[in-house]
């Protein structure tokens, strides 16, 4: 059942992110991407991490999805968007990564008889039955420092945000493109 | 019964190595930083995965770390985005070739 679980949501996931890669059109892409958000944490919930299932559909699909959503379509993007031009470069880049992979799930595999017993061995005790009250604790205690550098980063990407998407301030009588195609429609 | 941890692993490869595609050959700013958000979604589920495996909530408290890098990511690069379309009235990848030699 559990198996089951997990093909329904690996191969969504997989479908989805193939499609926010093809898709021509950025607001297809960013509705795809909800799409595999959602499954990332239907796959966070069959993994006992359930506050963190919360957090992804809250943070990720409720504020960086919009925050996508809102810019495309402030832009008004309507030109064709091929690939680029050096896709060729691109190739040659992947395709060693891709076969890289292969050859180290293959070893992998291989290898999993012997290296169970090294140390790679899941630990016996049972993770808390409330999750959150669990990570409360060890964010606040092991990770405290950690925490408070991450509120740090936001209050600096707010302010950068701020300072590089706001307008000069005698820039008024100039509208810029995002202005002018606004009166245009 | 219980996936074996290596099934995790493949899937996040996957969508890592997608994400690496997309951010190589779109020419589409906003599809790039989309492409991005598939990379750290990948690493978000193999560092769920060994949380699990381990039964340590390390992982989860870093995929709770990673997503903020990643809002600030957002922010920050859209941000970007728009001044830089508003400079050029482009946000397409080759007309901004400035700092290339």
């Known amino acids: 059942m559990s198996l089951f679980f997990f093909g329904y949501f690996a191969a969504m996931i997989v479908a989805t992110s193939i499609l926010v890669v093809a898709l021509r059109n950025p607001v297809y892409s960013a509705l795809s991407l909800l799409v595999m958000f959602f499954h990332v944490a239907g796959l966070f919930v069959t993994l006992h991490a359930e506050f963190l299932a919360a957090v992804q559909i809250i943070v990720y699909a409720g504020a960086i999805l919009v925050l996508y959503l809102f810019v495309v379509m402030i832009l008004n993007v309507k030109q064709d968007d091929r690939y680029h031009s050096q896709w060729r470069i691109a190739g040659f880049v992947c395709v060693p990564l891709l076969i890289e992979t292969m050859i180290l799930l293959a070893g992998g595999t291989g290898a999993r008889t012997t290296g169970t017993q090294t140390g790679l061995a899941p630990a016996a005790e049972t993770i808390a039955p409330d999750n959150t009250l669990a990570i409360g604790q060890t964010l606040f205690s092991t990770y405290l420092f950690p925490f408070e550098v991450a509120s740090l980063v936001l209050l600096v990407a707010m302010i950068g945000a701020i300072v590089l998407a706001k307008r000069e301030i005698g820039e008024q009588d100039n509208p810029g493109p995002l202005v002018q195609t606004k009166v245009a429609e | ?101």
Request: hydrophobic residues 60%; neutral net charge; without cysteine.
């Open chain 2, 1 to 101: 019964m219980t996936i074996p941890i290596s099934y995790y692993l493949i899937l996040s490869g996957v969508v890592f190595l997608t994400g690496v595609v997309g951010v190589l050959i779109r020419r589409n700013i906003i599809a790039i930083l989309l492409s991005v958000e598939l990379m750290l979604n990948a690493t978000n589920i193999n560092f769920v995965a060994f949380s699990d495996y381990f039964r340590d909530l390390g992982g989860q408290v870093f995929v709770f770390f990673a997503l903020t890098v990643a809002a600030a990511e957002v922010a920050v690069g859209l941000a970007i985005i728009i001044a830089l379309h508003r400079s050029r009235s482009t946000i397409n990848i080759e007309e901004f070739n400035l700092l290339k030699w």
